[in-house]
């Protein structure tokens, strides 16, 4: 059995699909425990006794984060070293996600595993402790830090830009961030290759991977790209991608710092398992027609 946490988010509720061909699979969801409470965890662990957890659950409210530490903290480094620790414990697999917000953004080139860390907000905190518990509790784990992440379903950027451009005239949206937007199904795909060769046993495939798409641009840009394929589909808006107007991360005050350059690089996972990640533009065609025909049906 492949358990997969948070399966009503984003990453999780792609993954029920694409994990499928690879045995049974059990999505939790809010309505099987809370998995910010540890005894909630244990009686789930023991009920399914997964040969693989792939854990897609996590605090996700980057802003509210900030208020709400212990919140954070409780889902994004505790929930993760007790996955760990059962794994380790009962030979399961892991495979875990993290972010490019374990960085500190800056510089203007695409980060490698290896890069030192600093995290600027509580989320990039809570969600790096997450990550170095898996990697202490020397169990069997693939950690994928990914960005920018987007769907046809859920909360995400993509979605906010096309009820925006139905709403209003004109968008300013910031122009000084930079990285890399990555579909939910891209992520659950990659993820689904990698289980395969562990399945297998390939036991090289291990510790930190970057996984985004290929290329880079910023907010702004995407919003213009989202705006403008959308209109290409016949997707009726009250705006077209020219009344996007770049600002600045000053002009468009937080309550968590973002990093301005978010940049991954992504040669360690295509390597690993053989692949050729689609540039974003490419995927966020096949992301938007996935809205549209979703949208007409
Ligand atoms: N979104 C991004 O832009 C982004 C960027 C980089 C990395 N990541 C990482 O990618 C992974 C997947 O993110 P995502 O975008 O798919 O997140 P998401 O859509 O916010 O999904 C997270 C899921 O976790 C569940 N969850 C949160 N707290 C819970 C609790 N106490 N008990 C049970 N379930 C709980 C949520 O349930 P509810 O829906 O009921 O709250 C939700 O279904 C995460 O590790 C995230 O840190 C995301």
Same mark, same amino acid.
Request: proline share 6%; aromatic share 8%; net charge negative.
């Given at each position: 059995?492949?358990?997969?946490t948070?399966?009503?988010?984003?990453?999780?509720y792609?993954?029920?699909?694409?994990?499928?061909?690879?045995?049974?699979?059990?999505?939790l969801?809010?309505?099987?425990?809370?998995?910010?409470?540890?005894?909630?965890?244990?009686?789930?662990?023991?009920?399914f006794?997964?040969?693989?957890?792939v854990?897609?659950a996590?605090?996700?409210?980057?802003d509210?984060?900030?208020?709400?530490?212990?919140?954070?903290?409780a889902?994004?480094?505790?929930?993760?070293?007790?996955?760990?620790?059962? $794994?380790?414990?009962? /030979?399961?697999? *892991?495979?875990?996600? !993290?972010?490019?917000?374990?960085?500190?953004?800056?510089g =203007?080139? &695409?980060?490698?595993?290896?890069?030192?860390?600093?995290?600027?907000?509580?989320?990039?905190?809570?969600?790096?402790?997450?990550?170095?518990?898996?990697?202490?509790?020397?169990?069997?784990?693939?950690?994928?830090?990914?960005?920018?992440?987007?769907g046809?379903?859920g909360?995400?950027?993509?979605?906010?830009?096309?009820?925006?451009?139905?709403?209003r005239?004109?968008?300013?949206?910031?122009?000084?961030?930079?990285?890399?937007?990555?579909?939910?199904w891209?992520?659950?795909?990659?993820?689904?290759?990698?289980?395969?060769?562990?399945?297998?046993g390939?036991?090289?495939?291990?510790g930190?991977?970057h996984?985004?798409?290929?290329?880079?641009?910023?907010?702004?840009?995407?919003?213009?790209?989202?705006?403008?394929? $959308?209109?290409?589909f /016949?997707?009726? *808006?009250?705006?077209? !991608?020219?009344?996007?107007?770049?600002?600045?991360?000053? =002009?468009? &005050?937080?309550?968590?710092?973002?990093?301005?350059?978010?940049r991954?690089?992504?040669?360690?996972?295509?390597?690993?398992?053989?692949?050729?990640?689609?540039?974003?533009?490419?995927?966020?065609?096949?992301?938007?027609?996935?809205?549209?025909?979703?949208?007409?049906?």
């Amino acid at each position: 059995m492949i358990l997969v946490t948070g399966s009503d988010g984003q990453v999780g509720y792609a993954l029920l699909k694409t994990l499928a061909p690879l045995g049974p699979v059990k999505g939790l969801t809010r309505e099987d425990g809370d998995l910010s409470n540890a005894e909630d965890v244990a009686g789930l662990l023991e009920k399914f006794r997964p040969r693989c957890i792939v854990n897609a659950a996590a605090y996700t409210s980057v802003d509210q984060a900030e208020s709400n530490p212990d919140a954070a903290h409780a889902m994004n480094a505790k929930l993760p070293a007790q996955l760990a620790a059962w $794994a380790r414990a009962n /030979g399961a697999l *892991l495979i875990h996600y !993290s972010t490019d917000y374990v960085y500190d953004g800056s510089g =203007d080139q &695409p980060w490698a595993e290896n890069a030192l860390t600093g995290p600027l907000s509580v989320y990039g905190k809570t969600k790096l402790a997450g990550d170095q518990a898996v990697l202490d509790a020397g169990v069997d784990a693939i950690i994928f830090r990914t960005s920018w992440v987007y769907g046809a379903r859920g909360h995400n950027f993509m979605l906010t830009m096309l009820r925006l451009a139905r709403e209003r005239d004109q968008l300013s949206v910031v122009s000084d961030q930079w990285g890399t937007p990555t579909p939910a199904w891209l992520i659950a795909e990659v993820t689904a290759v990698a289980l395969r060769d562990k399945l297998r046993g390939a036991k090289a495939l291990d510790g930190v991977y970057h996984l985004t798409c290929r290329g880079e641009t910023t907010w702004c840009d995407f919003s213009k790209a989202i705006i403008g394929g $959308a209109c290409d589909f /016949g997707v009726p *808006l009250s705006m077209s !991608s020219d009344k996007v107007s770049p600002i600045p991360t000053a =002009d468009y &005050p937080a309550p968590a710092p973002r990093p301005l350059n978010s940049r991954l690089s992504v040669r360690r996972v295509e390597q690993a398992l053989g692949l050729e990640l689609p540039d974003w533009r490419d995927a966020l065609q096949l992301t938007l027609r996935d809205w549209v025909e979703f949208r007409n049906n």
